[in-house]
């Protein structure tokens, strides 16, 4: 064991637990090739995923983050950013093909105050910071090296030790990135030139200890978890290597990054430094804060600005980036053949449709069982935002809501239960039926249109983008290269601001689909495709057989008989047991984690949805809708339905039932079970990583 090593395992074997909270993020707000800290004002080099507020631009400062009206993350008051960059698949043929995220992110904050119990201190307002170098192509035994590391996931089996570079093995359960960020400051610079030079890591190792003379500002820790569904690609390996690259050409791991941008409220972030101090890591266990309800955090989008494709497959990364295995440190290219990508506005969530006289309200929620818009309702193939207005406006209806890609509901009134949230894009991201350019909704959520006159016709503000732009978001290289010499902490405010930040996009951009073709799906007033109420009554509105949805719920049995078929003992794990028809709350969910395999249109059962939580450390599962698998630790408090309501065949076995429209078919564990899966994971990663990263020379049990 080399001497600094040495120093770094006496260190922690000698410190105390420390109090910790873990933030979730709970999705990305963009992903695209953006980094206001390494290229301001200028496209980065390579595809970031980034969390956080969305205030987010190409050039900010602390002002701008406090300007965000949401954040993906969950505490109020936190309108920081955090991002990364982005994995890809490298397929035989060459071709890359990004690696889908599972969910969003952790943030570790970690009260590491050092042998002599430092005071601890808030992030200053204008502070950024990065950790990690993108070049990099070997290990290392220095902190920064240490600082990097992967976990392996396989929640079918024990944990797996951590490796510094990519795994050369297939991850059952996803492929975790992690990257501890320096806590010692200079207590002078907000930023330096390479963007590291003002901080440093503690004496003795990376993650803890005393702070150098140089940088004595004892900081508290930050540091990211990101999992990556690299599963989904398990049967795509070939040759003797992993088939992994980061997004700057990076394929052994070494060269992942972080990158943290400052935009706390600073006097909530000192008094969660002072007052949270849990060690069981659990962001509700603060008491200094409030948090945002997953489906609000969800919801938190931007829209790209650089007109390029992210997703492939694709001869060449974006932003052309050749893959280097080093171990030599990676060369940057400059340019490269058709790498013409520039900055523009960002395309809009919603179809913009003032022109035809109906103005965007938002993303709302909806419920099956006692629908927002009652006035009459219509399922169409081909179903695209301007028939569903056509179709209402053609009844009588002012507001008009598309859901599930096709279909339509109308009322005169958004109900408060439906109401978007201000300042949130939502979820509505189904593609329409007719125009996959256009968002139709989601499960249980309505793009919703108003009619509106003249000059008062307008988009709400503050829901994605629209026909309301008033600055355009090309950004000067002047004004950027100016940015990196306002680094000195000053004595008013922060660095003074460069750009204003760029509005919401334009209609042109928008799908030119017309509203002539809602002519064709208007139904006579005799149609059996609709159904109109006079009144404002909450009955359930029949739909047309075309629908995703049933018009009702299969029914099975009655309550008291027997519940579905994946209750048999021989295909539940031991001691599940099923517990009954719920209702399922949108805002936020009963059941918070969705089950990742679902998202790839896997065949969901009952049976396969407790055991995937089961084994991921969960003592409740749920299926909803023939085809979602949702999981928990708390006790469901909503109400309980009859059976009928849960009579949705589940996709992967019609024998069995998976749940209904906003119903769950609920399971539950009958006693405490073992917390082997991703939560006691997270759990243990504090003590994990005060080890070296992925050597595995010190058992785990020393940590405990």
């Given amino acids: 064991m080399s001497a600094l090593r040495k120093i770094a395992f006496l260190s922690v074997l000698a410190a105390p637990a420390a109090a910790f909270w873990r933030l979730p993020c ?3 707000i963009v992903v695209e090739r953006v980094d206001p800290i390494v290229a301001p004002g200028n496209i980065s080099g390579h595809v970031h995923q980034i969390m956080g507020g969305n205030g987010f631009d190409f050039e900010m400062d602390f002002a701008d983050t406090q300007a965000s009206t949401c954040t993906s993350c969950t505490v109020h008051g936190d309108f920081s950013n955090y991002w990364t960059p982005v994995l890809y698949y490298q397929h035989q043929d060459g071709t890359f093909e990004k690696v889908n995220q599972l969910g969003g992110g952790l943030v570790y904050y970690l009260q590491r105050s050092g042998p002599n119990k430092d005071k601890l201190q808030a992030f200053p307002e204008g502070f950024r910071m990065i950790s990690g170098d993108p070049f990099k192509r070997s290990s290392g035994n220095d902190f920064a090296s240490q600082a990097i590391s992967y976990a392996c996931l396989d929640y ?11 795994p050369t093995h297939n991850c059952p359960s996803g492929l975790r990135s992690q990257v501890f960020f320096p806590s010692c400051w200079d207590g002078k610079n907000l930023d330096s030139a390479d963007h590291k030079s003002h901080m440093s ?22 540091f990211y978890e990101i999992i990556w569904d690299t599963n989904k690609f398990k049967d795509m390996w070939y040759g003797n290597k992993q088939p992994f690259v980061w997004a ?7 060269g992942f990054h972080g990158d943290f941008l400052m935009g706390w409220n600073r006097d909530l972030l000192q008094r969660a430094v002072d007052q949270c101090t849990s060690d069981s890591g659990r962001v509700e266990d603060c008491p200094v804060f409030n948090l945002y ?30 893959v280097q295995p080093g171990p030599d440190r990676a060369q940057i290219i400059a340019t490269c053949e058709g790498n013409t990508a520039t900055i523009g506005q960002g395309k809009p969530f919603f179809k913009d449709l003032t022109s035809q006289g109906w103005g965007y309200q938002g993303c709302g929620t909806d419920n099956y069982y006692a629908r927002a818009l009652t006035g009459a309702s219509t399922s169409q193939a081909g179903m695209t935002n301007e028939q569903c207005i056509a179709f209402c406006g053609g009844k009588g209806f002012s507001t008009a809501g598309t859901q599930y890609s096709k279909e339509c509901y109308c009322g005169n009134s958004i109900p408060a239960s439906a109401q978007p949230v201000a300042g949130v894009v939502g979820n509505c991201n189904m593609p329409c039926d007719g125009d996959a350019t256009q968002n139709c909704g989601g499960s249980s959520l309505l793009s919703l249109y108003q009619k509106c006159t003249g000059s008062t016709c307008s988009n709400a503000a503050g829901v994605g983008g629209g026909s309301s732009a008033s600055a355009s978001s090309s950004v000067s290289s002047a004004k ?68 995703s949805k049933p018009s009702s719920p299969t029914s099975s049995s009655s309550s008291s008989s027997a519940s579905p078929i994946a209750t048999s003992t021989s295909t539940l794990p031991p001691n599940w047991t099923y517990r009954g028809c719920i209702t399922d709350a949108i805002n936020p969910r009963t059941l918070p984690k969705l089950a990742p395999y679902t998202l790839d249109n896997k065949q969901v ?100």
């Avoid at 079918?156 to 990519?166: H, N």
């Avoid at 940088?215 to 930050?222: D, Q, Y």
């Avoid at 030119?512 to 009955?539: F, H, L, N, Q, V």
């Fill in 201 to 222: 890591f503690p004496i003795g190792a990376y993650n803890d200890g005393k702070c150098p003379d140089t940088h004595p500002v004892h900081l508290v820790s930050i």
């Fill in 156 to 166: 079918s089996g024990p944990a797996k030790p951590e490796t510094p570079g990519f």
């Fill in 480 to 547: 950027s290269s100016s940015i990196s010499q306002q680094i000195k902490v000053q004595s008013t405010t922060t660095t003074t601001r460069l750009l204003a930040r760029g509005t919401s996009s334009s209609s042109s951009s928008s799908s030119s689909s017309t509203s002539s073709s809602a002519s064709k799906i208007t139904p006579s007033p005799s149609s059996s495709k609709t159904s109109t109420s006079s009144t404002s009554s909450s009955t359930t509105q029949s739909l047309s057989s075309s629908t």
């Fill in 293 to 322: 309800p997953d489906s609000t955090a969800e919801g938190c989008k931007i829209a790209s600005k650089i007109d390029e494709d992210i997703q492939g497959p694709f001869s060449k990364l974006p932003g052309c980036n050749p």
């Fill in 26 to 28: 709970k999705s990305t």
């Fill in 605 to 704: 059962t009952s049976t396969s949805c407790v055991s995937y939580c089961s084994k991921a450390g969960y003592v409740y599962a749920g299926t909803e809708y023939g085809g979602e698998c949702w999981c928990g630790n708390d006790a469901p408090i909503t109400a309980k339905l009859d059976e009928s309501k849960c009579g949705t065949p589940c996709k992967g076995d019609s024998t069995q039932k998976c749940g209904g429209p906003s119903a769950l078919s609920l399971y539950a564990a009958g006693g405490k079970t073992k917390r082997d899966g991703e939560e006691q994971q997270q759990l243990e990663v504090v003590k994990e990583h005060m080890k070296r990263h992925g050597r595995g020379r010190f058992g785990r049990d020393a940590f405990l």
């Fill in 248 to 254: 700057q050409g990076d394929p052994t791991g070494y």
